[in-house]
T-cell receptor, first 115, second 110 residues
Framework: DAGVTQSPTHLIKTRGQQVTLRCSPK?????VSWYQQALGQGPQFIFQ???????QRGNFPDRFSGHQFPNYSSELNVNALLLGDSALYLC??????????????FGSGTRLTVV | QKEVEQNSGPLSVPEGAIASLNCTYS??????FFWYRQYSGKSPELIMS????GDKEDGRFTAQLNKASQYVSLLIRDSQPSDSATYLC??????????FGGGTRLMVKP
């Protein structure tokens, strides 16, 4: 049973560029959340997708956008990259109706470095 | 005030001792609570969940919840060097959104 898979694992981009990160949820899960984790800090919630719609959003600018596809996979897009966007980006999935009981399963993350 | 607060540590304990990790949360309607372990450079791994007041035990781990005090803790008995990691406290609210604290770094010394 495949867990949450994310790609790519590492990425180096130049300030001002755009980046797309990808996530496939664990089999049977329908909800995908994205988190940004800066070094030494806890993960910060970016947004959550369910039924191909953004369900909740954290305190992140519009430069951060996403999408969920009919197969439940998801993309995170970041435009006009800033140096401060350098972080570990984590994707987490769950079956929404069971999230309260079982929590979320995390992928291995994408390490984004903006130079 | 942050929604979920943890002491950043590091918390240093000798091998074989009990490590006690604490967390407070601000949203009284939070429904369930999770402890994740994160090794350096890796992603968070769920180790315990709790949603009722009291204690929940799983092997060497015990989670404790006190909703009146808005307090969650994790006890690790017989701590091993392999337990050295950052422990993240997380809460789920009514909207099923998972919010994390900043994490506590635990160091278990041989």
């Amino acid at each position: 049973d495949a867990g949450v898979t994310q790609s790519p694992t590492h990425l180096i981009k130049t300030r001002g560029q755009q980046v797309t990160l990808r996530c496939s949820p664990k089999s049977g899960h329908d909800t995908v959340s994205w988190y940004q984790q800066a070094l030494g800090q806890g993960p910060q919630f970016i947004f959550q997708y369910y039924e191909e719609e953004e369900r909740q959003r954290g305190n992140f600018p519009d430069r951060f956008s996403g999408h969920q596809f009919p197969n439940y996979s998801s993309e995170l897009n970041v435009n006009a990259l800033l140096l401060g966007d350098s972080a570990l980006y984590l994707c987490a999935s769950s079956l929404l109706s069971f999230a309260v009981t079982y929590g979320y399963t995390f992928g291995s993350g994408t390490r984004l470095t903006v130079v | 005030q942050k929604e979920v607060e943890q002491n950043s540590g590091p918390l240093s304990v000798p091998e074989g001792a009990i490590a006690s990790l604490n967390c407070t949360y601000s949203d009284r309607v939070s429904q369930s609570f999770f402890w994740y372990r994160q090794y350096s450079g890796k992603s968070p791994e769920l180790i315990m969940s709790i949603y009722s007041n009291g204690d929940k035990e799983d092997g060497r781990f015990t989670a404790q919840l006190n909703k009146a005090s808005q307090y969650v803790s994790l006890l690790i008995r017989d701590s091993q060097p392999s337990d050295s990691a950052t422990y993240l406290c997380a809460v789920i609210n009514a909207g099923n959104m998972l919010t994390f604290g900043g994490g506590t770094r635990l160091m278990v010394k041989p």
